[in-house]
Every structure is written in C-alpha cells, then in structure tokens.
C-alpha cells in the first residue's frame, strides 16, 4: 500500500522586512525563518499517522529556523522538548529531503493528486515569499477547489494570499473562518522585541475577505475549522491542529 503524502510549504526566506525602525525610519532585513515547534509539533503527528511528508518551498532552499524559536525561552524552560524537536528536524534532513525542498514549480498538477492534504507552519518567514508567489497559488488552489485539508498557523495563512496570483486572480478563501497570528500579539511584538512595524496577516486576510477569528480563545490554543481549511494563532494551538488535520484528512 503506497504510503499517504502530505505537503509541508516552507519559506526560502531567513529574514523580513522591518519597516520604520530607529531614529530614521528605516526598513530592515529581521533575521527569522520558520518558528520550530509550529513546524514540529503537527509533522510529529503527521509522522505517527504513517504520513509521508514532502517539503517543497519557492526556490528548493535549506529552510531556517526563527532564532527565537530555538531559543530555550521558547520551550519554557524545556531542554528535552527543545532537543526532540530538533532532532525531528535532523531527521526530516537525513530522510526526508528537508534541506532540498522541491521548488514549487517542479510540483506538477499530476502529482498534487497524490497528497492528501498541505499544511504551512509559521514564523515571519512567510510575509517575505510566500503571498505573492503565483506557483503556491496554483498549488494552494489544488487543494482548496478538491476540497483537501489545508492546515495552516500563524504567520502560515499569509500564503494563502498567494491564490490572487494565480488561476482566476481571485482570492480563494473569500469568507472563510480563519485564524492567524493576531494585529494583537504582532503589536506587542513591534514594541517589546522587534522595535519596528510588521505586515499584519490578521488585516491583511480580512481586508481580501476572510472572515477572521482572533480573541482570547484563539491566543490560548484553540483552531478554527471552514470547510477544508484548520488554522491557529500561535505555538499553543500546534497540536490541535496537529490532530484535526490529521482527523480531516482521514475522514
């Protein structure tokens, strides 16, 4: 029997756009990448389910992980957890061609047939390559008109605005429920660490027509679900998501 595939999108990017920082106002390159247990925490499931992952990005580059991401405050304190998650990744490097992705256009329509869903993991990496790339959109569309789970977390869902590049132009998840790294926890963000202004995913879905689901609730952990489409605010809602993307793509 033919192992079920899954669809992993990473970015290429190690860094994005700060704008208005300092005394001058300028924009600068903020070192990230994608955030580490965002990306574990579901491909650990994935992998327990007997899903194979492949990991595809815009131009087949090594992803990096957001330094603040490995960092042990992170994990609260939690030196094991942060290890197995790390060694995940080694393995994914070893196995999985997780250094190698596939780059998006090397994915043909023919072979989208074969996942069973796509899930992209957060980190501000996605707001550098990911919203504006018509090769995701086309890729993202697969999955959304054949109506096959789409599992993303917080900064994940800014691909989905790749779907305005391709096909029809036209933004696939016009009224959708969705949940994504909130205007909220990026403004303390702005202020407490990265002393400068951020794209804001929350606005940015909402302003193209999602409806968007952010609060409290959201911040502690819990997903969103519309039609094809689960999706989370941050690290905390990781394993939820995990397991309803999982759940959909059995059902």
Not at 49 to 54: D, L
Not at 79 to 108: A, D, Q, T
């Amino acid at each position: 029997m033919a192992p079920k595939k899954v669809l992993i999108i990473m970015s290429d990017a190690s860094s994005f756009p700060l704008y208005n920082t300092g005394s001058d106002g300028k924009t600068i390159s903020q070192p990230s990448g994608y955030f580490l247990m965002e990306l574990a925490k579901p491909l650990q499931a994935l992998l327990d389910a007997g899903y194979e992952p492949t990991f595809a990005s815009p131009e087949g580059k090594e992803p990096t992980p957001d330094p603040l991401s490995v960092s042990l405050a992170a994990f609260a304190g939690n030196y094991f957890e942060k290890k197995r998650e790390l060694e995940l990744v080694e393995k994914m490097k070893r196995e999985n061609g997780f250094s190698r992705p596939k780059k998006f256009r090397e994915i043909s329509d023919d072979e989208l047939k074969g996942f069973a869903g796509v899930f992209v993991p957060g980190g501000h990496a996605p707001l550098s390559d990911l919203g504006d790339n018509p090769e995701l959109g086309r890729i993202l569309n697969h999955f959304h008109t054949q109506h096959k789970p789409t599992a993303a977390i917080c900064h994940g869902p800014w691909a989905f605005l790749s779907t305005k590049y391709a096909g029809d132009k036209e933004f696939a998840y016009k009224g959708y429920k969705l949940t994504s790294w909130s205007d909220a926890e990026e403004a303390f963000m702005e202020t407490a660490v990265f002393r400068g202004e951020v794209d804001k995913v929350e606005s940015k879905l909402r302003e193209e027509g999602a409806e968007m689901v952010e609060g409290v609730s959201t911040a502690l952990g819990y997903i969103t679900v519309d039609r094809e489409v689960v999706s989370a605010a941050n690290p905390m809602g990781a394993d939820a998501l995990g397991k309803k993307f999982i759940d959909m793509m059995g059902s």
